[in-house]
């Protein structure tokens, strides 16, 4: 493949794999539901693996990549989620809306505190009493 920059590719690349993980995670978000009183649900939610694996790629092209991260904010990202979403009858999706308001509640609050607290465990290899 012949292009005038790498950093085209890289950004190409960048956009299929962001695009890519929106519609894995709605394909497996499709459907079911998910809030705090159903206990067969994955953990953690697969609005907060969206959101982390936004971050990550984020972190990645600052600190790895040397990519521009201005997709976190000019809408792209609500775009590619938007087209993931579209693949998906809207009697897939009834229960997104719920799993989101819990996330946004102070029960979801401290859930996903609690989550970003076990990947710094995780990642630094150090355990807080």
Known sequence: M????????????????????MIQFCA????KIQIESDLSTEHPPLP?????????VEMWCREVGGLP???????TLRNYFS?????FQPEMKTA????????KSPNGENYCAEIR??????RTGKIEP
């Open 83 to 87: 087209a993931a979403a579209g693949l």
């Open 69 to 75: 991260t201005t997709w976190m904010t000019d809408g």
């Open 96 to 103: 997104w809306d719920q799993q989101i308001v819990w996330l």
């Open 48 to 56: 907060l693996r969206i959101n982390y694996m936004t971050l990550f």
């Open 117 to 122: 607290k076990g990947i710094d465990r995780l």
């Open 2 to 21: 012949n292009t005038s920059s790498s950093k085209s590719l890289d950004s190409s690349i960048l956009s299929c794999f962001l695009l890519a993980g």
């Open 28 to 31: 497996r978000w499709a459907g």
